[in-house]
């Protein structure tokens, strides 16, 4: 596997925030495959400090996890409203926004687009209100598993995967549909072979 960079000197001067390409040899043709930065986690939590939902998309130890979560909490608590929503956080950076009581956070790789993990945290936001109805800090608490679908939906490996508001929530409501009816097809088997 060849670093298409290394092939090609006119792609060193985009710089790192460019995707780089990676290409591999499958067969006769050379084939380019594109390498998206990622999202290593999303952590949300209250301004009181309590985590209301964890995603990993990279590996990290239970000790890193937990170790990553306090300290990115009290980080950002810690902050005023009127500094940056970047920060640099160990071997990578954290982009959070602040929606009412909750803290939206996203840890990310050095060449990640601030802008775009910010939009990503947005749209999710955005996902969770038209679901809910102007999501609150109780519907992620008594739905977490709800917004943990909504997010699955929007983010995949720890890149986007769809962009759309609208696909995503008739994606998540037809998967509701689909589990009730699941229910009650099963439900009607265990009545018909009771009888």
Same mark, same amino acid.
């Given at each position: ?59 990290? *130890? ?6 990553? *979560? ?93 962009? *759309? ?31």
């Amino acid at each position: 596997m060849a670093v298409l960079e290394d092939l090609c000197p006119a792609l060193k001067s985009l710089g790192s925030s460019c995707a780089r390409y990676v290409v591999t040899r499958i067969g006769t043709p050379w084939q380019t495959i594109l390498s998206v930065k990622m999202i290593f986690y999303v952590v949300i939590f209250s301004r009181h400090g309590k985590i209301r939902l964890k995603k990993w998309y990279h590996f990290f *130890s239970e000790r890193q996890k937990t170790l990553i *979560s306090t300290e990115l909490t009290t980080l950002i608590l810690s902050r005023k409203r009127s500094m940056c929503n970047v920060l640099e956080f160990g071997e990578h950076k954290v982009i959070y926004k602040r929606y009412a009581s909750l803290y939206f956070a996203a840890g990310i790789d050095w060449d990640e687009n601030e802008l775009y993990v910010l939009e990503v945290i947005h749209r999710y936001v955005q996902v969770l209100d038209e679901y809910f109805g102007n999501v609150c800090e109780l519907d992620i608490i008594y739905n977490f598993d709800k917004a943990y679908q909504v997010l699955d939906e929007l983010i995949m490996g720890g890149e986007m995967q769809e962009p *759309s508001r609208k696909a995503i929530v008739r994606h998540v409501t037809g998967f509701e549909k689909f589990c009730e009816l699941d229910v009650i097809t099963t439900n009607l088997k265990n009545t018909v072979m009771l009888s």
